[in-house]
């Protein structure tokens, strides 16, 4: 979903190559053109970001089929990067290659790991296929294209084949059909207008004590709060305790104003990681 943005976003940080899922949400996402920096890990997004040669950056979250993606929370939390802002994307794997080839002609298949495990049923039609691991999905059509590998099929976007002339030889081929990443939109600091805000992203720790975990969650419950995600990541320095990274949407922006002044008292190192629009409404 587009959204009007606060102040001109000239310049995108984003995982992958052009024709990447998340060159595709900086399409989607930005009410106007912006100019992405293609990093092909995310530790390359976020020094792009804290270095200042670009804006914004985007990154990955969850997967509505792999689950949460932990290392980018952390890496949220540890360079205090501000969420701005989400996206949802519907994630479609096609097979493509150079044109002229036919599924028959292809004798290995490049991606992502994800994206091949997601495919992994497709392939069981065509055991002669041999399905090798890469860094990004578009960057293997990218490849492809500029070294004219023939017999060589990649798992990627219907935009990577447009792009990179690619011929796509069968479409949405990932097994489960709805297959949704949620991806956020994060900065050195937020500019969205608090008054504009009905979800938020919040971290803190608990009390080894019983109860302590469902007392802070009541909170947000007596406060109007609609809990949406929560994930555990182990504080590396302070063995079997966990930091907690939630997720609530609101109705009212007090609501929330609320239940943050009380977990605030009542948690550890409590955090808001960003406050934003819901993309589900």
Not at 12 to 22: N, P, Y
Request: hydrophobic share 45%.
């Amino acid at each position: 979903m587009k959204i009007e943005t606060f102040f001109m976003i000239h310049t995108v940080a984003i995982q992958g190559a052009r024709g990447s899922f998340h060159h595709i949400v900086s399409r989607e996402f930005f009410n106007t053109p912006v100019d992405v920096i293609e990093c092909m890990t995310f530790d390359r997004v976020v020094d792009a970001l804290i270095n200042n040669e670009c804006e914004a950056a985007i990154m990955a979250l969850e997967n509505s089929i792999a689950g949460s993606i932990i290392p980018n929370y952390a890496l949220i939390d540890d360079y205090a990067l501000r969420i701005v802002g989400e996206h949802y994307l519907d994630i479609q794997h096609n097979l493509m290659a150079l044109p002229g080839q036919r599924i028959e002609d292809i004798e290995e298949v490049y991606s992502h790991p994800m994206a091949l495990l997601q495919c992994k049923a497709f392939f069981k039609d065509y055991p002669h296929i041999k399905l090798v691991e890469d860094k990004d999905t578009a960057e293997v059509a990218e490849r492809i294209q500029k070294k004219k590998l023939a017999k060589t099929g990649a798992i990627a976007s219907v935009m990577a084949a447009e792009i990179f002339e690619l011929e796509v030889l069968a479409h949405s081929i990932q097994t489960i059909k709805h297959n949704e990443t949620r991806f956020v939109i994060v900065e050195r600091q937020s500019n969205v207008e608090q008054n504009e805000s009905n979800k938020a992203s919040i971290k803190f720790e608990a009390d080894h004590k019983r109860g302590s975990l469902a007392t802070l969650l009541n909170v947000m419950s007596d406060c109007k709060l609609n809990l949406t995600k929560i994930q555990s990541l182990p504080i590396i320095k302070t063995p079997w305790k966990y930091a907690f990274f939630v997720d609530v949407t609101f109705d009212a922006y007090e609501d929330f104003a609320k239940a943050k002044s009380i977990i605030e008292i009542m948690g550890q190192s409590f955090k808001v990681l960003g406050e934003y629009k819901n993309a589900k409404l």
